[in-house]
Structures are given as structure tokens and as C-alpha cells.
């Protein structure tokens, strides 16, 4: 076993190693952490970097993997490339679910034989509550996707990020009510609030978050190596380093020995309260 793996196996570091696959989205959110949008700069990783770094991460003791962006399925060869992490290791990929197509569809089949799941978000119950926040036509095409990717055996989740989540119980039931209608059950319903970065700094939304209150899971981007997914964000412009762990992202084991060491150093009972579960 690994430092790496102790280090995993006693809950010092998350077990789950992160990918930004990219940064540019079909999208717009309103609090999103990283400014995406169609016009960015694209700041791709690279597939062959992400599986390359991804069996590097399971020969250290990392127990699945995470993709995010951006919008990952903008890429053409995202389907082909969580198929690949999934044979190595159980897979969560973040999608706002508005890029599924009958292509796209068809190219998403071969998951449904793998320990994959595509999280999508779904903050309201009501479109325009929840187009708001996110752009044009996202309800409808979220709604219409989710049952798609399902009948296909496709394992998905729903995460519902808001300002509040305790501000309106009702809306939470009937959102609860769409989501188990849509075939996904309340296990698989994430629920987590706007962390005050990125967009949402610029907006003036959401809680604070730092160190102490995210958990330690190691996240590579074409930036460099950060301390959890919610630390290479933007805002006007410019990359936040705050979280940044280290500038080099191969190979995974000196970016991991230092979140590792920085994990260690935290004040005992800095207990993390917010993640990307």
C-alpha cells in the first residue's frame, strides 16, 4: 500500500481524484465557479492526459474517479474517455444535460455496463425558477434527457446547487417529485449551496468556502493541481490560486504527497462541510 493509499484509507484525503476536462461550455450559469461559457478559452486537459493520470491515480490507492468542467460532453471524445475510466475505476462525470442528442445518446450506451454515473444539475422545479439561473430551454432539456439516459440503464444523479436549501421546503418536494418520476431515486439527489466563487463572487452569491470547510480531493486541471474541485475557479478573467496545490500534475504522486502534507497540517476538528459528493 501506498502513503498515498493510508492516506485515503484514513480519511485524511477524499479517495476520489478529480479532471477538469475543460473549461468552455454550450452554458452560462449564473453562479458558476469557473465564468464558463461558449466563448472562453477552452483549456482542454486532454484525454490522453486524463487517462494517463487517471491508472497513475489507481496505482496510488485512489478509489474512483471525477470529470468536470465546463461542460464535459461538449468534447466529442467524452463518452469514448469515461468509458475508459470506468473499466479502471468507478466514474462520477458532471454534465448539465443539455448536450444529450440521439448521437451523443448512443455513444453514452456502453456506460450502462460500467460503474459510471453522469450527475446533472436540476435546481428547480419550475422553468423559468430554474432557466433563471442557468439559460434558455435548460428544464426542458434536462427533463427530457434524464428518462433517455435511465431507459438506457444509464446510472444518473441529480444535483441541486441553490442560494439556500432550506429557504423552501415545497420546491424541494416537488423538485424530489420530478427527479424519482424521472427514474432517479433520493439517494442518488445531491443537494449542496452556492459557494461564494468564481461567478457567483461577482454576483454576490452564495457561502464562503475555504480550506477548512472543503474536503481534500485531489483536483488536476490544465492549470495545475488544486485542493479540491471547487478551487480552480475564475473570476474576471483570472484563475484563483488560493487552493492551487502545485503547478505540476504528472506524475499524480508529488501533486498527491503535497495535498497529503497540507491535508495533515489542518487543525484538528476542521471537519468538511461542503463537497462535490
Known amino acids: 500500500m501506498t502513503a498515498i493509499a493510508d492516506s485515503i484509507a484514513g480519511g485524511e484525503i477524499g479517495g476520489r481524484l478529480w479532471f477538469y476536462a475543460n473549461y468552455h461550455c454550450n452554458l452560462r450559469c449564473a453562479y458558476c465557479l469557473t465564468e464558463s461559457a461558449?466563448?472562453?478559452?477552452?483549456?482542454?486537459?486532454?484525454?490522453?492526459?486524463?487517462?494517463?493520470?487517471?491508472?497513475?491515480?489507481?496505482?496510488?490507492?485512489?478509489?474512483?474517479?471525477?470529470?468536470?468542467?465546463?461542460e464535459p460532453f461538449v468534447l466529442d471524445y467524452m463518452p469514448e474517455l469515461i468509458a475508459t475510466l470506468g473499466s479502471e475505476l468507478p466514474t462520477l462525470v458532471l454534465s448539465n444535460g443539455t448536450v444529450f442528442n440521439d448521437r451523443r445518446l448512443g455513444e453514452m450506451?456502453?456506460?450502462?455496463?460500467?460503474?459510471?454515473?453522469v450527475q446533472i444539475s436540476l435546481d428547480r422545479p419550475?422553468?423559468?425558477?430554474?432557466?433563471?439561473?442557468?439559460?434558455?430551454?435548460?428544464?426542458?432539456?434536462?427533463?427530457?434527457?434524464?428518462?433517455?439516459?435511465?431507459?438506457?440503464?444509464?446510472?444518473?444523479?441529480i444535483a441541486t446547487t441553490l442560494e439556500d436549501p432550506e429557504a423552501d421546503p415545497h420546491g424541494m418536494e416537488r423538485l424530489c417529485e420530478l427527479h424519482r418520476a424521472m427514474g432517479v431515486p433520493d439517494q442518488d439527489h445531491v443537494v449542496r449551496p452556492i459557494v461564494n466563487r468564481g461567478r457567483a463572487a461577482t454576483n454576490d452569491m452564495g457561502v464562503l468556502a475555504g480550506l477548512e470547510q472543503l474536503e481534500p480531493e485531489?483536483?488536476?486541471?490544465?492549470?495545475?493541481?488544486?485542493?479540491?474541485?471547487?478551487?480552480?475557479?475564475?473570476?474576471?478573467?483570472?484563475?484563483?490560486?488560493?487552493?492551487?496545490?502545485?503547478?505540476?500534475?504528472?506524475?499524480?504522486?508529488?501533486?498527491?504527497?503535497?495535498?497529503?502534507?497540507?491535508?495533515?497540517?489542518?487543525?484538528?476538528?476542521?471537519d468538511a462541510s461542503i463537497g462535490i459528493r
Open 38 to 70: 461558449p466563448q472562453v478559452n477552452r483549456r482542454e486537459l486532454g484525454r490522453e492526459q486524463i487517462v494517463e493520470r487517471a491508472r497513475e491515480g489507481k496505482e496510488l490507492g485512489f478509489t474512483s474517479l471525477g470529470v468536470t468542467g465546463g
Open 218 to 270: 485531489l483536483t488536476l486541471t490544465a492549470d495545475g493541481a488544486f485542493y479540491s474541485p471547487f478551487g480552480p475557479t475564475v473570476r474576471g478573467g483570472e484563475l484563483d490560486t488560493d487552493m492551487l496545490v502545485s503547478r505540476t500534475t504528472s506524475p499524480v504522486r508529488e501533486p498527491a504527497k503535497m495535498l497529503a502534507r497540507i491535508a495533515g497540517n489542518r487543525p484538528a476538528g476542521n
Open 126 to 157: 419550475d422553468p423559468d425558477a430554474n432557466d433563471e439561473m442557468r439559460g434558455p430551454e435548460n428544464f426542458r432539456k434536462v427533463v427530457e434527457a434524464v428518462p433517455r439516459l435511465v431507459e438506457r440503464g444509464i446510472g444518473v444523479r
Open 109 to 117: 450506451e456502453p456506460l450502462a455496463e460500467l460503474p459510471v454515473k
